[in-house]
């Protein structure tokens, strides 16, 4: 009963999780989402937070990430949610002022470089993932049903594959319930509940084997 119990929870889960995903979609970070790009460069050391904290009370918002970029790290690429055009000059204004206040510089306001990026669709994100994923998925499912054969082999195929698509459907589904923001480490995270469910898989097909054997004795 208790296990039924569960696996009901994980079933209703997926299904809220992929009809929120089929209606609003899934809560895109400000790097995948439409955002605005403000580089600005200071010239020597700087803090990630301390820009980021300029930002926020620039553009009065905490969805602001700060990045150092070039050879020496000595620029700093804000991203900020898209801004309007008519603001927009008014705020980077203040946003030099600032930084100029901080860090004793000079900088003029045309020497800081805006760009408007657009939304970037979740296939692109995933999209570097799907082959790799498919081709070790095929390896470990046929080298597992040739290890577990006495088992089973399509009971092994199918138990493998429902691990995998299930671990992930689950995850996606709590993300999109949670409203969790897809970020750079979705992926790397999703790789990480795709290993623990092969491998959590494996553990329960091994303790099946051994069992097998045993009755078989």
Do not use: H
Request: glycine share 2%.
């Amino acid at each position: 009963m208790s296990k039924k119990i569960i696996y009901g929870i994980l079933i209703l889960t997926i299904i809220v999780g992929a009809t929120l995903i089929a209606t609003i979609g899934l809560n895109l970070s400000i790097e995948y989402n439409e955002n605005t790009k403000i580089y600005v460069y200071i010239g020597k050391k700087f803090e990630n937070k301390e820009i980021k904290q300029i930002a926020s009370e620039v553009f009065k918002t905490n969805k602001v990430t700060v990045r150092k970029v070039e050879v020496y790290e000595d620029m700093a690429c804000i991203t900020t949610e898209k801004q309007n055009s008519e603001n927009l000059n008014e705020r980077i204004e203040e946003l030099n002022a600032k930084i100029n206040e901080k860090y004793e510089l000079e900088n003029k306001t045309e020497d800081i470089v805006t760009k408007n990026e657009p939304k970037i669709k979740v296939y692109t994100i995933v999209k570097p993932y799907i082959w790799p994923v498919i081709i070790s998925s095929v390896i470990i499912i046929i080298c597992s049903a040739i290890i577990f054969r006495k088992i089973g082999i399509i009971k092994t195929i199918i138990t493998y594959i429902l691990s995998i698509l299930g671990s992930q459907a689950l995850y996606m589904s709590i993300i999109a319930i949670a409203r969790i923001p897809v970020d750079k480490y979705t992926m790397p995270i999703a790789l990480i509940v795709y290993m623990i469910a092969i491998t959590a898989t494996t553990i329960i097909k091994q303790k099946q084997l051994e069992n097998y054997k045993l009755n078989e004795k």
